[in-house]
C-alpha cells in the first residue's frame, strides 16, 4: 500500500557528512509522519528521527547535535543529513512512514528497504 525507496547510503569517511531521503508512493490517504530509524549488527532497530505532518522533528538525544530531518510533504519525501559521521553510526538506516490506508483510513506503519551506511577510514 505505501512503498519507500531509500537512497543516499554508502561508506563515508569518519568526520564526513551523508544525506539520505526516502520517497513514499502508493495507495494511501495522507502520510501522517516519515522518519529514520538505524540498526546496527547485533543491536535493534533504533530511532534516528521522525517528523510528523505539520510538526517538528523529534530527535533521539544521542544524535540530536549531528542530524537534521526534513521533509517535503508536497513529494512525501524525508531527508536525514547527518554531520560528523562516526564509525559507530554505522548501521543499515530505515524510512518509516506512518499513513493511512484504506476505506477505514486505518493508520499502518510501513518501512523501506534500508540502506547501508558504513563510517570507516
Known amino acids: 500500500q505505501v512503498q519507500l525507496v531509500e537512497s543516499g547510503g554508502g561508506l563515508v569517511q569518519p568526520g564526513g557528512s551523508l544525506r539520505l531521503s526516502c520517497a513514499a508512493s502508493?495507495?494511501?490517504?495522507?502520510?501522517?509522519?516519515m522518519g529514520w530509524y538505524r540498526q546496527a549488527p547485533g543491536n535493534e532497530r533504533e530511532l534516528v528521527a521522525t517528523?510528523?505532518?505539520?510538526?517538528?522533528?523529534n530527535y533521539a538525544d544521542s544524535m540530536k547535535d549531528r542530524v537534521t530531518c526534513s521533509r517535503d510533504a508536497a513529494k512525501n519525501t524525508v531527508y536525514l543529513q547527518i554531520d560528523n559521521l562516526k564509525p559507530e553510526d554505522t548501521a543499515v538506516y530505515y524510512c518509516?512512514?506512518?499513513?493511512?490506508?484504506?476505506?477505514?483510513?486505518?493508520?499502518?506503519?510501513?518501512w523501506g528497504q534500508g540502506t547501508q551506511v558504513t563510517v570507516s577510514s
Open positions: 518509516h512512514a506512518e499513513a493511512t490506508v484504506g476505506v477505514l483510513l486505518t493508520p499502518r506503519d510501513f
Open positions: 502508493g495507495k494511501f490517504f495522507s502520510v501522517l509522519s
Open positions: 517528523i510528523p505532518n505539520g510538526g517538528s522533528p
